[in-house]
């Protein structure tokens, strides 16, 4: 959309006497800057508007010039603030606030704009109507394949303390979310997720040491997160995430004759976990700040993760964007003294053309029972940890809605250590190191 306003004629001077030359440095900033609007000689009208706003010259026709000039350039981030101001200026001006609308929208605001549009009135709300309460605003499908640790890179290597010690050798996810809309600042995002994994397991009971690599765990997962917008722009995030897990263990069911070894085999055993936090988003300029607490009880142990980060639109849109994460975590477990852990994160983004965008992101640390995605993404893998990882997405606009094709990669360098059940026993016995790669893909859909 590039509407040009027209018929922006020379302000008459309103400034008199002793104010003679700031009334000739209004009207000299006045003309040249409707002369560079309607010459289309964008960067001068940026600089020369951004030095009239320095010297206190202020007013609507300048920040529409202003936010025109940033729009055709696609820095829609600082377009966005010259129509804001604006729109303060001239409240309820339709050009205004249909362009600070798709500004909001083409730097991926789309929360920000949806409560532009449900403002629009006369013209352009027939135009545009408010978008209505949806049953699906967005629907997403995806699966992922993870191939771990070579079987036969497991070692039958029993403990003299009594333990288990697992390492994944592959698994599969697939997952589905939905995003309802469900009010003007509110929608509701929730999701499910069906894991199917295999390990290899080793455990000692005291007497008797047990092995496979067939061993099973079946988790499926649920998450729903209400997201609040407010008129600034900040974006409140709730989550509560529930997994279901069924995993199999060795059971005793028969004594052996006379006194000698029992007979064990696999079942199935159920644990509940659970994760509730709170997240929260906001734009400052050409910054996104990101902030989340988030609370979890995985695998018998209770953790506190922060998570603080920021994201940088150097050009004001979604063609280029860099940022990074510091997350801590604060593990108790019961009985046993705390751990902390600190976890840096780095991610960059950018369009490779008009139709693919390539998105990076790595992280290092002690990863066990760690969360990302607003607390949607879970890593709680029993007694193994991800020291460092790499991924990365090509997604492919598909309608001009904002539909997605998207397909990528992850390689983790991972690590599988035997855990004591005796909290006096010594730690890093029999640790694993190894590599492994995944691939998924997915679409997600906007109606």
Not at 86 to 94: I, K, R, S, T, V
Not at 138 to 161: C, N, R, W
Not at 295 to 314: A, E, I, M
Request: hydrophobic fraction near 35%.
């Amino acid at each position: 959309m590039y509407r040009l306003i027209t018929g922006i004629g020379i302000l008459f001077c309103f400034m008199t006497g002793s104010n003679a030359q700031e009334e000739v440095d209004f009207n000299r900033v006045n003309a040249e800057t409707y002369r560079l609007y309607l010459e289309q000689e964008w960067d001068s009208l940026i600089d020369l508007g951004k030095e009239a706003i320095r010297q206190d010259m202020d007013y609507y026709y300048l920040r529409m010039r202003l936010g025109i000039a940033c729009y055709t350039k696609k820095n829609y981030r600082k377009a966005s603030s010259h129509f804001s101001v604006a729109l303060e200026q001239n409240q309820g001006d339709p050009v205004a606030m249909e362009y600070l609308y798709y500004s909001r929208l083409l730097a991926g605001q789309y929360e920000q704009a949806s409560l532009i549009r449900d403002q629009f009135k006369g013209d352009l709300a027939l135009k545009m109507p408010a978008a209505d309460s949806k049953f699906a605003e967005k629907i997403s499908a995806a699966y992922l394949y993870s191939q771990g640790i070579d079987p036969e890179d497991f070692p039958l290597t029993f403990i003299s303390y009594p333990g288990v010690q697992y390492a994944t050798l592959h698994f599969s996810n697939t997952s589905l979310a939905l995003v309802n809309r469900l009010s003007p600042g509110v929608s509701l995002a929730h999701g499910f997720n069906l894991l199917s994994k295999t390990n290899g397991y080793l455990s000692f009971d005291g007497l008797y040491g047990h092995y496979t690599l067939e061993q099973k765990v079946k988790q499926v997962q649920y998450y729903i997160s209400p997201h609040f917008t407010s008129p600034g722009g900040s974006v409140w995030m709730p989550v509560v995430h529930i997994l279901s897990i069924r995993h199999q263990d060795f059971v005793l069911y028969g004594t052996g004759y006379q006194g000698g070894s029992g007979t064990y085999s696999l079942e199935y055993f159920r644990e509940t976990d659970f994760i509730s936090g709170l997240g929260y988003k906001t734009g400052i300029g050409p910054v996104n700040l990101h902030l989340g607490v988030y609370y979890s009880s995985l695998n018998h142990k209770r953790q506190l993760q922060n998570r603080v980060g920021l994201t940088w639109f150097p050009l004001g849109n979604l063609n280029f964007y860099a940022g990074g994460y510091l997350n801590t975590q604060y593990e108790y477990p019961k009985g046993q003294e705390g751990v902390v852990r600190i976890i840096p994160e780095a991610h960059l983004g950018f369009a490779i053309s008009e139709k693919v965008w390539f998105d990076l992101n790595a992280a290092t640390g002690e990863m066990t029972n760690y969360l990302e995605g607003n607390g949607s993404i879970v890593y709680n893998s029993y007694s193994e940890y991800i020291d460092r990882k790499i991924q990365f997405t090509l997604s492919i606009p598909v309608s001009k809605k904002g539909s997605l094709l998207y397909l990528g990669g992850r390689w983790t360098a991972s690590r599988s250590e035997y855990y004591p059940l005796d909290p006096e026993a010594p730690g890093d016995l029999n640790t694993i190191t190894y590599n492994s790669l995944s691939i998924y893909g997915g679409i997600s859909w906007k109606f």
